[in-house]
């Protein structure tokens, strides 16, 4: 079962705007959630994270947003550049599994001139 | 710093075959990881270490599948046989320990499976 969800596959934007990637979980027992961005033929690097006793955490050009009660978490890229342009990954893990990590199928960004 | 290394970086193999992948994780870090991630899906852990010691393998298909971590630092990752839907990349993860959730990515190896 799917517990962390990307319903977005994609998103287009405009370099100098802002980007904004949504991420929704189901299991809450998650209490730490990241953030991943990945280019082609290398591997995932972490870029992100919040712990749920947070509700933002904000580190230059991005910031994640924790909605608990809904169980959703946004990353804001602001403003996007071309060098933003890869897919990034929502993941979350559970307290006490080792740092095991359950990640989202990812959102391809696009940042255009 | 170096990073995490893994070999090969490309492998082609037929249904049936074997195939092996190392991983070289980064000086000093307990937790090794191996996801399994498909075209078009997020990374799926296979199987974590902790030093030499196996934590979750919950998700490895043991029947075809094995994986070791000799003297708690280089890991190799088995596939006996392959199967076509084993087709995807293969990333090797470490952190400095298993309450670190920031872990460190490979560049990982494409599988393919004819």
């Known amino acids: 079962d799917q517990q962390v969800k990307q319903n977005s596959p994609s998103l287009s934007v405009q370099e100098g705007r802002i980007s904004i990637l949504n991420c929704d979980y189901t299991?809450?027992?998650?209490?730490?959630f990241l953030w991943y961005k990945k280019y082609p033929a290398e591997g995932p690097t972490f870029l992100i994270s919040?712990?749920?006793?947070?509700d933002k955490n904000e580190d230059g050009r991005f910031t994640v947003f924790l909605n608990k009660s809904a169980k959703h978490l946004s990353l804001h890229i602001v403003p996007s550049q071309p060098g933003d342009s890869a897919v990034y990954f929502c993941?979350?893990?559970?307290?006490?599994?080792?740092?095991?990590?359950?990640f989202g199928a990812g959102t391809q960004v696009v940042v255009t001139p | 710093e170096a990073g995490v290394a893994q070999s090969p970086r490309y492998k082609i193999i037929e249904k049936r075959q074997s195939v092996a992948f190392w991983c070289n994780p980064i000086?000093?870090?307990?937790?090794l990881y191996w996801y399994q991630q498909i075209l078009g899906q997020g990374p799926k852990l296979l199987i974590q270490?902790?030093?030499?010691?196996?934590?979750?393998d919950s998700q490895l298909p043991k029947d075809r599948f094995s994986a070791e971590r000799l003297k708690g630092v280089d890991s190799t990752l088995k596939i006996q046989p392959a199967k076509l839907e084993d087709s995807a990349v293969y990333l090797c993860?470490?952190?400095?320990?298993?309450?670190?959730?920031?872990?460190?990515f490979g560049p990982g190896t494409r599988l393919t499976v004819t």
């Open positions: 000086s000093g870090h307990a937790t």
């Open positions: 299991n809450s027992m998650f209490d730490y």
């Open positions: 993860a470490s952190s400095l320990s298993g309450q670190n959730y920031e872990q460190y």
């Open positions: 919040i712990s749920s006793i947070k």
């Open positions: 993941a979350a893990s559970v307290a006490d599994s080792w740092g095991k990590l359950q």
């Open positions: 270490f902790q030093n030499n010691g196996v934590v979750d």
